[in-house]
């Protein structure tokens, strides 16, 4: 198992509602990125925080927004939900940069009704 | 920008038998080429990946194989068992956004 945990593991909301998801990288990483699974696809990348600062983004709207903090933690929050945007939210910690190895964390099932 | 695409996106196979899965990239500046297994319910794990100045890479019964002239890249495994049963994502990185673009997936049945 990777070091890289997330909170919470399941989240229900309603449409209209805001969420935030966490993320702690592992131990010695910088870099997370955030990832949005869709049932029976594979994971699409929403954006990357490197040294706290956004270092790339997906095509999602802006009402997908992120943090890192000065620990290298995440969060990832998203507004106005939509029933589109339920998901498993995967984040995924590296040492450096874009093209590092990326390792998982168990990701949060979010449920939009 | 990228895109990767992923085949089959089934595979069943016998206990002992060998599996092989494709994928095929845009963007010729991309990489970096991981594979990762994702369990039902579970995170994806990375099993191997491949950087883009080899062409091979093995360890233990997996192996991958990258074609840089014709973009594509390949897993195989071998002498397969029913714990190899999951979905496998192929990905693709170090293009122009330089982020991980993933393929939709190949769900392996092994056999017993």
């Known amino acids: 198992e990777t070091g890289v945990t997330q909170s919470p593991t399941h989240l229900i909301k309603t449409r209209g509602q805001q969420v935030t998801l966490r993320c702690s990288s592992q131990s010695g990483h910088n870099t997370v990125s955030w990832y949005q699974q869709a049932l029976g696809q594979g994971p699409q990348f929403i954006f990357q925080y490197y040294r706290e600062e956004e270092n790339g983004r997906g095509n999602f709207p802006p009402r997908f927004s992120g943090l890192q903090f000065p620990n290298y933690s995440s969060e990832l929050n998203v507004n106005a939900l939509e029933l589109d945007d339920s998901a498993l939210y995967l984040c995924?910690?590296?040492?450096?940069?874009?093209?590092?190895?990326?390792?998982f964390g168990p990701g949060t099932r979010l449920t939009v009704l | 920008g990228e895109n990767v695409e992923q085949h089959p996106s089934t595979l069943s196979v016998q206990e002992g038998d060998s599996a092989v899965i494709k994928c095929t990239y845009s963007d010729s500046a991309s990489n970096y080429f991981p594979w990762y297994k994702q369990e039902l319910g579970k995170r994806p794990q990375l099993i191997i990946d491949i950087r883009s100045n080899v062409g091979e890479k093995k360890d233990q019964r997996i192996a991958v194989t990258l074609n840089k002239t014709a973009k594509h890249f390949s897993l195989h495994i071998t002498e397969t068992q029913p714990e190899d049963s999951a979905v496998y994502f192929c990905a693709a990185s170090g293009g122009s956004q330089g982020n991980l673009i993933f393929g939709k997936g190949t769900k392996l049945s092994v056999k017993p």
């Open positions: 995924a910690s590296s040492s450096s940069g874009r093209t590092d190895t990326q390792y």
